[in-house]
């Protein structure tokens, strides 16, 4: 009787481990690859994640036999350590039974169950979890081909905040294939979950202006900073022990977006105030999606902020960018801006024909006057020696000559993004002055240039009040809205 009754827990157990380490290992070998097409449809998508068979694993061993024989490994390892957790469980369990049955009395069995029954508990909290992860139908994925998703966080219904996430770009095999030098982020992943940022994510700060806004956060995955609607095929060079080949890239940034956003103009039908954001690459393109927001909330105030990317003013530099995006495709796709070509096409023609057919929105922009990351990404293009201060003076007057509501608050320092939870750091004078450790301040709360707190001015932005230009006069020295703590007594 009892070998039967060890049997009875121990064969099911078997078998279910064997269904759980497939399934793991599935699983884990479905992430190592990214998601590829040649794993089929799966079952279902939670978030990110494409859950597929639990036997998949043998099917694409034996069939598909995939050529990347670390992933197959790791996938076998944890599939075989899932396997051997639940039968040691049940061995375990087994055992328990076995002990209980045979050693302890029955009134003892008795008395520890009244007492464990009346032993007082709980309830169980349930954790917060303030931003969801979705998963857009039919969205043709990030650069690589996994699944591109975005991230909500509920908050007043009739406040809405269109966020567009930095993360570079790329328009060369070189600066697109992963093993080559890749300047961008390529996935749209469950990593990038913005609980714990500072900026406009921030809340839990009283002074956000954001802090109870429905907030929507288009990461960026495709190299194409949003204005992308090609699928391009690059020459990749013979680079970190890879030979010379080919990487296929998925430039789909603008389809994604605008899947992302007909699911909030869905959820959300009737909102009064939206406001529309991005920085560095998501700063590129923010000008268009304000003005395809504006046009579906007719009836909304929509507001418009760059955080970065003023210093693009390269004429004919970009145009290879935009043919290899398919800018052309998406211009034709975006009612006002279809007779926009790429040759010759500036971000700064998206300012002035967003400003042009949007006379009531007021379009802001955000620079450090010597921002290193610009002048990085203009010499990508060409640019032998940039010079950020003289090209942002240059696409300001571009856009000045044409249109009159757009405004600029240009600030000291060389780095780049203020609202995404970017940080300053200024050093301790001494050992009593937090122990000697730099403190670490949250641009958005604590930047301020010629006295005039950036906060404040973003504030009146994004909820459309007037500002006025601001200019660094000394663009060298940090200056900050900040007081340092008194030393301890």
């Known amino acids: 009787m009892i070998l039967a009754g060890r049997a009875l827990v121990i064969l099911p157990s078997v078998m279910l481990a064997a269904a759980v380490g497939l399934a793991v290992a599935t699983q884990d070998l479905a992430e190592a690859l990214h998601y590829p097409r040649a794993l089929g449809p799966g079952l279902a998508d939670v978030g990110p994640v494409r859950i597929y068979p639990p036997w998949g694993f043998a099917v694409w061993l034996f069939r598909l036999r995939p050529n990347d024989p670390q992933a197959l490994v790791e996938a076998s390892l944890w599939g075989g350590l899932a396997a051997l957790a639940i039968v040691t469980l049940a061995i375990v369990v087994a055992a328990s039974r076995r002990k209980i049955a045979t050693s302890t009395p029955d009134h003892i069995v008795k008395a520890r169950i009244v007492k464990e029954t009346n032993m007082p508990t709980q309830p169980v909290q349930p954790a917060s979890r303030p931003w969801r992860n979705v998963l857009p139908a039919a969205a043709p994925g990030a650069s690589q081909g996994s699944p591109y998703a975005f991230w909500v966080k509920e908050g007043d219904a009739k406040k809405l905040a269109v966020i567009f996430a930095g993360g570079g770009a790329c328009w060369t095999g070189e600066n697109c294939a992963l093993h080559c030098r890749p300047h961008y982020r390529p996935f749209a992943g469950l990593e990038l979950d913005p609980t714990h940022l500072g900026g406009v994510f921030d809340t839990g700060n009283a002074e956000n202006p ?28 013979a680079m970190n022990g890879h030979p010379e080949g080919t990487v296929t890239i998925l430039h789909k940034g603008f389809v994604n977006a605008m899947l992302a956003l007909d699911w909030m103009f869905k959820t959300y039908p009737q909102p009064t105030t939206v406001a ?128 009159a509501n757009f405004r600029t608050y240009t600030s000291w320092g060389r780095d780049e993004a203020i609202i995404g939870g970017y940080y300053d750091a200024v050093l301790a004078i001494n050992a009593l002055d937090n122990r000697g450790r730099p403190h670490v301040l949250d641009r958005l709360y604590t930047r301020q240039t010629n006295g005039v707190r950036f906060l404040d001015w973003f504030t009146a932005a994004v909820t459309g009040r007037p500002v006025e230009d601001v200019a660094c006069v000394d663009c060298e020295t940090p200056e900050h809205h900040w007081r340092r703590p008194a030393f301890p007594q």
């Open 276 to 403: 529309v954001m991005g920085w560095s690459a998501g700063a590129l393109a923010s000008p268009l999606y304000t003005h395809i927001v504006a046009k579906h909330y007719p009836a909304a105030r929509v507001t418009h902020f760059a955080d970065g990317g003023g210093a693009y003013h390269l004429g004919d530099k970009l145009a290879p960018l935009f043919k290899a995006w398919g800018t052309e495709n998406v211009l034709k796709r975006v009612e006002g801006f279809e007779d926009l070509r790429v040759a010759g096409l500036t971000i700064e023609d998206l300012y002035v024909r967003a400003a042009e057919l949007n006379p009531d929105i007021v379009f802001h922009q955000y620079n450090e006057r010597q921002d290193a990351v610009q002048a990085m990404f203009m010499q990508l293009l060409g640019e032998r020696k940039p010079d950020v201060p003289a090209k942002l003076d240059e696409a300001h007057a571009y856009i000045r000559a044409r249109v």
């Open 210 to 237: 954001l802090a109870d806004y429905t907030l929507v956060f288009l990461p960026t995955a495709n190299g194409d900073v949003f204005l992308g609607d090609a699928t391009q095929v690059y020459d990749t060079p």
